[in-house]
T-cell receptor
Framework: AQKVTQAQTEISVVEKEDVTLDCVYE???????LFWYKQPPSGELVFLIRRNSFDEQNEISGRYSWNFQKSTSSFNFTITASQVVDSAVYFCALSEAYQAGTALIFGKGTTLSVSS | DSGVTQTPKHLITATGQRVTLRCSPRSGDLSVYWYQQSLDQGLQFLIQ???????AKGNILERFSAQQFPDLHSELNLSSLELGDSALYFCASSVVDRGHTEAFFGQGTRLTVV
């Protein structure tokens, strides 16, 4: 069965600190996709990144970076030099790649609070 | 703006009532998903439609139903509402019905059952 675990329920940091959000997943499929979504206080879910199971290259987008390691079934998300605007709930999600009728399996989310 | 539109944004209703939530997907997206977000259950998949046909069912109660119309908008019907149905309901859309594409979410409908 598919499962996504975000062990960190809440994280509090001070502005400019780096912070890493952990995500561990379980799947029996060899082909799958991993996602991160951000839910700011306004409530909408914002897509951040998609990663496929064949590509273990780390990705960097501005202050955001993602570390995908199949050996440990982890897809961690790091925010460098955090800002108050990064305060949100962050969700990691998993889906099977090629099966019709698949949906996202979400973790419980990590609430990040960045103070000034 | 994700391009996915959900109405209404807020809904307050009484127990036992029936409500309809509406979703317009992004232009060109054929797949629509409904998710429920509650404090105790987190984000849970309810149901998916693709080009008018039901594709997959998740943890959707029998009191809930959905459909996707020829213009691709979708409606989620919730009936015999209970206090526990209070939640944020999201609609998401994607181009295809398979999991390798990202889904874009609407702003959600916050349902409060009193």
């Amino acid at each position: 069965a598919q499962k996504v675990t975000q062990a960190q329920t809440e994280i509090s940091v001070v502005e400019k600190e780096d912070v890493t959000l952990d995500c561990v997943y379980e799947t029996r499929d060899t082909t799958y996709y991993l996602f991160w979504y951000k839910q700011p206080p306004s409530g909408e879910l914002v897509f951040l990144i998609r990663r496929n199971s064949f590509d273990e290259q780390n990705e960097i987008s501005g202050r955001y970076s993602w570390n995908f390691q199949k050996s440990t079934s982890s897809f961690n998300f790091t925010i460098t030099a955090s800002q108050v605007v990064d305060s949100a709930v962050y969700f990691c999600a998993l889906s099977e790649a090629y099966q019709a009728g698949t949906a996202l399996i979400f973790g419980k989310g990590t609430t990040l609070s960045v103070s000034s | 703006d994700s391009g996915v539109t959900q109405t209404p944004k807020h809904l307050i209703t009484a127990t036992g009532q029936r409500v309809t939530l509406r979703c317009s997907p992004r232009s060109g997206d054929l797949s629509v998903y409904w998710y429920q977000q509650s404090l105790d259950q987190g984000l849970q998949f309810l149901i998916q439609y693709y080009n008018g046909e039901e594709r997959a069912k998740g943890n959707i109660l029998e009191r809930f139903s959905a459909q996707q119309f020829p213009d691709l908008h979708s409606e989620l019907n919730l009936s015999s509402l209970e206090l526990g149905d209070s939640a944020l309901y999201f609609c998401a859309s994607s181009v295809v019905d398979r999991g390798h594409t990202e889904a874009f979410f609407g702003q959600g409908t916050r349902l409060t059952v009193v």
